[in-house]
């Protein structure tokens, strides 16, 4: 079997998104086997680029091939939304878009689609209306022309067919995402922003800063905790600026947090498997997410957690973590107070974490994968006509 898998997201500054098509990859060229010939996207499509991407990737092997990688947006969509694509790329057997891009003039390959989430219509206000229509153009595009549909939870898999009913619900398979750290990983390297913070004596959350996400209910509620608990302690936010966020700080001011909160930048991975091994817990209130990876992230390495009710949240934590609703600052601050205060409680959550975390794993994951592979080339190629 040929193949195809978009690896376009999967450079360096690679965000949830792009750690999974990463991590599939590998482990795809590790399970793959000689029956089976790989060809890695480094370019893939016109919605999303990256002008760093290298055109070859660290990933080595006798079978394993590359795509072409272009320079530029325009050059990567001529290539990309030509009616003669699959020629161009060797006529593969299998096309597996990871980057919401949907190309739809395929005649013989079957289309694989990684499902996310659907956060862009769930809630318009999350994003940007940039991003809203390229990410809605890719998903209806693959309701139409996908063979099959891989959601990385069951509550995205609900999503879709609820509002892609036209869609056949045996054709969406769900294949988990999995942490790229490992429960035996090293101690990580502390961040210079944190030289001044004792190791367990902090709170932390990980995730660019944008509305979903909800830093701005966990700010309440750190305010709230502040003010209640005595000698409180800092908390870190571990991860970029996004969107729709640039009042943040105006907030942290305005709530008098802003001098006890460490925000951090991007932080390495090195950097990371620190904070979620030295963390008092790992706070993540996403008003929804398709998967919740520094959930999974945190309990592999060891971290209490509380995350929120939302979407795939509890699916991910199992009963591992302290489930909260994501809009009640009260409960956040309460919880907050509650498990600084209890040493014992901390200790039961990160025994649960670890034993929840292996659940998941990559191998599994990518096995999953070929399977469907061999589905899909064994069956028709799907009519994509809504009834």
């Given at each position: 079997?040929?193949?195809?898998?978009?690896?376009?997201?999967t450079?360096?500054?690679?965000?949830?998104?792009g750690y999974?098509?990463?991590?599939?990859?590998?482990s795809?060229?590790?399970?793959?086997?000689?029956?089976?010939?790989?060809?890695f996207?480094?370019?893939?499509?016109?919605?999303?680029f990256?002008?760093?991407?290298?055109?070859?990737?660290?990933?080595?092997?006798?079978?394993?091939?590359y795509?072409?990688?272009?320079?530029?947006?325009?050059?990567?969509?001529?290539?990309?939304n030509?009616p003669?694509?699959?020629?161009?790329?060797?006529?593969?057997?299998?096309?597996?878009?990871?980057?919401?891009?949907?190309?739809?003039?395929?005649?013989?390959?079957?289309l694989?689609?990684t499902?996310?989430?659907?956060?862009?219509?769930?809630?318009?206000?999350?994003?940007?209306?940039?991003?809203?229509?390229?990410?809605?153009?890719?998903?209806?595009?693959?309701?139409?022309?996908?063979?099959?549909?891989?959601?990385?939870?069951?509550?995205s898999r609900?999503?879709?067919?609820?509002?892609?009913?036209?869609?056949?619900?045996?054709?969406?398979?769900?294949?988990?995402?999995?942490?790229r750290?490992?429960?035996?990983a090293?101690?990580?390297?502390m961040p210079?922003?944190?030289?001044?913070?004792?190791?367990?004596?902090?709170?932390?959350?990980?995730?660019?800063?944008?509305?979903?996400?909800n830093?701005?209910?966990l700010?309440?509620?750190?305010?709230?905790?502040?003010?209640?608990?005595?000698d409180?302690?800092?908390l870190?936010?571990?991860?970029?600026?996004?969107?729709?966020?640039?009042?943040?700080?105006g907030?942290?001011?305005?709530?008098?947090?802003?001098?006890?909160?460490?925000?951090?930048?991007?932080?390495?991975?090195?950097?990371l498997?620190?904070l979620?091994?030295n963390?008092?817990?790992?706070?993540?209130?996403s008003?929804?997410?398709?998967?919740?990876?520094?959930?999974?992230?945190?309990?592999?390495?060891?971290?209490a957690?509380?995350?929120?009710?939302?979407?795939?949240?509890?699916?991910?934590?199992?009963?591992?973590?302290?489930?909260?609703?994501?809009?009640?600052?009260?409960a956040?601050?309460?919880a907050?107070?509650?498990?600084?205060?209890?040493?014992?409680?901390?200790?039961?959550?990160?025994?649960r974490?670890v034993?929840?975390?292996?659940?998941?794993?990559?191998?599994?994951?990518?096995?999953?994968?070929?399977?469907?592979?061999?589905?899909?080339?064994?069956?028709?190629?799907?009519?994509?006509?809504?009834e």
């Open positions: 079997m040929h193949i195809g898998f978009d690896i376009s997201q450079g360096r500054d690679k965000a949830g998104c999974y098509a990463h991590a599939l990859a590998h795809l060229a590790r399970l793959a086997g000689g029956d089976h010939r790989l060809a996207y480094p370019s893939f499509g016109d919605f999303y990256d002008p760093r991407m290298p055109a070859r990737s660290p990933i080595r092997g006798p079978r394993i091939e795509g072409p990688r272009y320079s530029n947006r325009d050059a990567a969509a001529s290539f990309w030509a003669g694509l699959e020629g161009a790329l060797g006529n593969p057997d299998i096309v597996h878009s990871n980057n919401f891009w949907c190309p739809t003039q395929l005649r013989s390959a079957r694989v689609y499902l996310y989430d659907l956060a862009f219509m769930i809630e318009p206000a999350w994003t940007t209306e940039e991003n809203r229509l390229g990410c809605f153009e890719g998903v209806f595009g693959a309701s139409l022309a996908a063979d099959w549909i891989v959601a990385i939870s069951n509550a609900n999503d879709f067919l609820h509002l892609f009913p036209h869609f056949p619900a045996e054709r969406v398979r769900v294949i988990y995402p999995c942490t750290f490992e429960a035996l090293g101690p990580g390297r210079v922003a944190l030289r001044s913070i004792e190791p367990g004596r902090f709170w932390l959350t990980v995730g660019t800063i944008e509305p979903r996400k830093h701005r209910v700010a309440q509620a750190y305010a709230r905790y502040s003010a209640r608990c005595r409180p302690m800092p870190v936010i571990a991860g970029g600026r996004g969107w729709l966020m640039d009042d943040f700080l907030l942290l001011e305005s709530l008098g947090v802003r001098d006890r909160i460490v925000m951090t930048g991007y932080v390495s991975d090195d950097e498997v620190w979620y091994r963390c008092y817990a790992n706070l993540y209130p008003l929804f997410e398709g998967f919740g990876l520094p959930v999974l992230e945190g309990m592999t390495l060891g971290a957690t509380m995350t929120s009710t939302a979407a795939s949240l509890p699916e991910v934590a199992g009963d591992a973590a302290i489930l909260l609703a994501p809009e009640d600052p009260d956040w601050s309460d907050m107070c509650a498990l600084a205060g209890d040493p014992d409680e901390r200790e039961g959550l990160q025994e974490a034993r929840q975390a292996a659940r998941f794993s990559w191998r599994d994951s990518a096995s999953q994968l070929l399977q469907l592979y061999e589905e899909a080339v064994s069956q028709p190629k799907r009519d994509g006509s809504i």
